[in-house]
């Protein structure tokens, strides 16, 4: 009798030389929804674009995964609906992009996404969750305003991945870590992807990833721009996670609590500003700014 794949698959696995990846498997049900228990609604988003500027480039794919889960444990039950559909931006696709997520101007001509059923799937809605937030969340909120209004995560920055062991927080490797491979850069294969990696449960933490997640959402997210820091700190700055912004013209990271930004304040005037006087600027994001483009309150802090 020949053996199957799977046959295969698991004589590799119980040997110490070898890891076996598996395709991923979309699946509705990941467990049974127990009567009582608290259950709320959440959303898995993804979306693809001719570009990465939410100012001048298009949405031309929007996939989401409206699914159902216990907000105190975190545990997901079931998706309750799939949605992903494509767009014509009025203008030809740049075939740099096209070569990420293969969408072209043919699949694309004469589409319009369904505005009503997106704001249909937003009703109700806890949390709306995406591997890079601050990418996609600008993007919808540009063309459909009802995903202002809403809490957002970010499977990326909100779970700290380096303190669980890892050594990346790309999806793909996550879910590799996990056993799993998958065709990445289609919107709504990436949100099965998203929502299987936040069922898993964490190897530090012990916990499933989408409770870490969750546990996020109430915490003040506060973002530090470094005014007017030294030029030969750059360096440093963006090992320790700034970002430039050319509009701003200066380096800004995103922080969770007060603890880490006065841990943040007391590293900036050691490590980059010295004797200098000098000030930053704090401004304080809540649950539904975060990751938008919309301002939130901002202060000088002196150091």
């Not at 020949?2 to 990941?30: G, I, K, S």
């Not at 444990?73 to 990420?100: C, M, Q, S």
């Amino acid at each position: 009798m020949n053996p199957t794949p799977e046959d295969m698959a698991r004589a590799l696995d119980a040997h110490p030389d070898y890891r076996v990846l598996r395709r991923l498997q979309p699946r509705t049900c990941f467990n049974p929804v127990s009567e009582g228990l608290p259950c709320a609604r959440g959303i898995v988003l993804d979306t693809e674009t001719t570009g990465l500027s939410s100012e001048t480039d298009r949405v031309i794919e929007l996939g989401m995964l409206l699914f159902e889960f216990d907000p105190t444990t975190g545990l997901i039950y079931r998706v309750l609906e799939v949605f992903d559909e494509l767009e014509d931006p009025g203008f030809p696709i740049p075939p740099a992009n096209t070569a990420i997520h293969h969408i072209t101007d043919a699949m694309v001509q004469g589409k319009h996404i369904d505005d009503a059923k997106v704001e249909r799937l937003l009703k109700g809605v806890s949390v709306v969750i995406a591997h890079n937030a601050g990418f996609d969340r600008p993007f919808v909120e540009q063309r459909w305003p009802a995903f202002e209004n809403l809490l957002w995560a970010c499977s990326i920055r909100d779970i700290d991945w380096q303190a669980e062991g890892f050594g990346s927080a790309k999806l793909e490797y996550l879910l590799q870590t996990q056993g799993i491979f998958y065709e990445a850069h289609r919107a709504e294969t990436d949100c099965w992807a998203l929502l299987e990696l936040l069922h898993h449960q964490l190897p530090q933490s012990q916990q499933p990833a989408l409770l870490s997640l969750l546990e996020t959402l109430n915490q003040p997210q506060l973002k530090l721009s470094a005014l007017g820091s030294p030029f030969e700190t750059k360096d440093l700055l963006k090992q320790r996670g700034y970002r430039w912004s050319g509009e701003q013209r200066c380096w800004s990271r995103l922080l969770s609590g007060e603890q880490a930004l006065e841990e943040e304040l007391s590293w900036l005037k050691r490590r980059v500003y010295g004797s200098r006087n000098a000030q930053v600027e704090l401004e304080t994001l809540g649950g539904t700014l975060r990751y938008s483009n919309r301002q939130g309150q901002k202060k000088l802090v002196p150091l």
